[in-house]
């Protein structure tokens, strides 16, 4: 057994290019293979079980290895395992699509499908982007994004982004976006309030003068998550709709992490009663089973794209993999399991729960703000609480505190100085709350000096 853990263990370090990683770190460190998963655990190669607290990069729903989900793909599989989406159809995917638009904010009416969030924002934004053209509003080219936004690793999806770390490289690649403040209460003057003026009053200036220019305003709705996962003050989301609807700009809420009960609604643009032009969706769709998102567009949006094919309105976008049979016929699962075990219901007590476990977090030296929604919790640390000082970046201080929860038993990624947390919906409050001790020894032990600091 651990001749062949030995040999795993070389191979992938010899052969596998691990995404978002510095290969040279991680070759010098000691990496984890899963073999397994039971519940909201997952075991590794040495058959040490760890808690996903971070549900396997933020999609999982109902734990690992879940029965109705497993047989929704093996029962598909004895039928078809893909055959194409390009003007043939398979029954998987239309009654997806169906439940889809049930679920979804009143208006979206139609179902477009790809195999990542980062494709189904590529889509978004062709999408937005043809809108216009098709309507002889040509000059509608540009697009605005919110400040540290992340939207995907696709060429379209960085140039939509503004995260600079993962642009710089690539900036003569992209397309320049319009940058609008990004509301992030805890490091604003003036707190929410004015934080969230900041931001309304720059997309108003911006939609004023340019939006005979504009396409779309792109944006993570209630939840910026990968820039250190930072809550919209309360409104924004709906003024900023308001504004782009009053405007003539398309809105396109990009839900790939937010959507699917995450934040305590099914879809986060239901906390302010938004139906965006556009949303994208993906991670949970399929519980995070399999590699399945879609991008929902309105009656509206779609008709522009609905003329005799001489006219040359056609979308052409398309993928290999666009409505794979296995993928939304697990995905209807889910959203069976949804319904029959009231995930989104559960979702608002856990986070009530977790809430009132991590108040005693808030406590300690270092922890600058915990920021909530939903499970979707992401703690800042701080060098300085009084000022609110960071950490310098070489301190590494969010990595050091993932490494300490690992070693203690569970799994998480730091966003910088921000600890995610974000546990499969289903945990149980006892799993929630040993997994809360874990994360709390985690930050002790490491930014008060225990023992592993
Ligand atoms: N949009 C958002 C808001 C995301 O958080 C992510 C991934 N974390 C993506 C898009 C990209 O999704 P994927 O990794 O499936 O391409």
Request: net charge negative; glycine share 8%; charged share 20%.
């Amino acid at each position: 057994m651990t001749t062949i853990n030995n040999q795993l263990a070389a191979m992938n370090k010899t052969h596998l290019w691990h995404p978002f990683t510095q290969m040279k770190d991680y070759n010098e460190s000691d990496p984890l293979i899963i073999e397994r998963g039971e519940g909201i655990m997952l075991i590794d190669v040495n058959g040490r079980a760890y808690y996903d607290g971070f549900s396997s990069v933020w999609l999982n729903v109902h734990g690992h290895n879940v029965p109705e989900l497993n047989q929704a793909i093996t029962e598909q599989l004895g039928r078809v395992a893909h055959s194409t989406l390009l003007g043939i159809a398979n029954v998987p995917a239309i009654e997806l699509a169906e439940k889809l638009i049930h679920i979804a904010p009143q208006g979206l009416n139609k179902v477009f499908y790809s195999d990542s969030g980062a494709t189904g924002v590529e889509i978004a934004i062709k999408m937005a982007f043809q809108y216009w053209h098709n309507r002889g509003m040509k000059e509608k080219t540009a697009f605005i994004t919110m400040n540290q936004a992340y939207h995907g690793d696709t060429i379209g999806a960085v140039s939509v982004g503004s995260i600079p770390l993962y642009q710089e490289v690539f900036r003569p690649m992209l397309f320049p976006s319009h940058v609008i403040p990004y509301p992030y209460a805890y490091r604003h003057e003036g707190g929410a309030a004015a934080a969230k003026e900041a931001a309304i009053s720059a997309l108003r200036h911006l939609l004023e003068t340019r939006a005979h220019e504009i396409a779309a305003l792109i944006l993570e709705p209630i939840v910026q998550g990968a820039s250190g996962i930072i809550v919209m003050p309360p409104g924004c989301l709906r003024e900023m709709a308001a504004l782009c609807r009053k405007h003539d700009v398309l809105l396109i809420a990009d839900e790939v992490a937010t959507g699917f009960g995450r934040t305590g609604a099914m879809f986060a643009c239901d906390h302010e009663d938004v139906t965006p032009d556009v949303m994208v969706i993906g991670k949970g769709l399929t519980g995070g089973y399999l590699p399945v998102a879609a991008t929902l567009t309105t009656d509206e949006v779609y008709n522009a794209f609905y003329a005799s094919h001489e006219e040359q309105k056609t979308f052409f976008h398309g993928h290999s993999f666009t409505g794979n049979p296995l993928g939304c016929a697990v995905a209807l699962a889910n959203l069976k399991l949804f319904e029959e075990r009231n995930i989104v219901e559960g979702v608002k007590a856990k986070a009530a729960f977790t809430r009132h476990k991590l108040a005693m977090l808030q406590e300690r030296p270092h922890v600058g703000d915990i920021r909530q929604q939903g499970l979707m919790i992401g703690i800042e640390l701080v060098r300085d609480k009084e000022t609110r000082e960071p950490y310098n970046w070489t301190d590494r201080i969010g990595y050091h505190v993932c490494q300490r929860a690992r070693e203690l038993g569970m799994l998480t990624r730091p966003l910088g100085d921000v600890v995610v947390f974000m546990p499969p919906l289903v945990s149980s409050e006892e799993e929630l709350e040993a997994m809360i001790d874990i994360l709390t020894k985690s930050i002790i032990d490491i930014t008060e000096g225990g023992p592993a600091a």
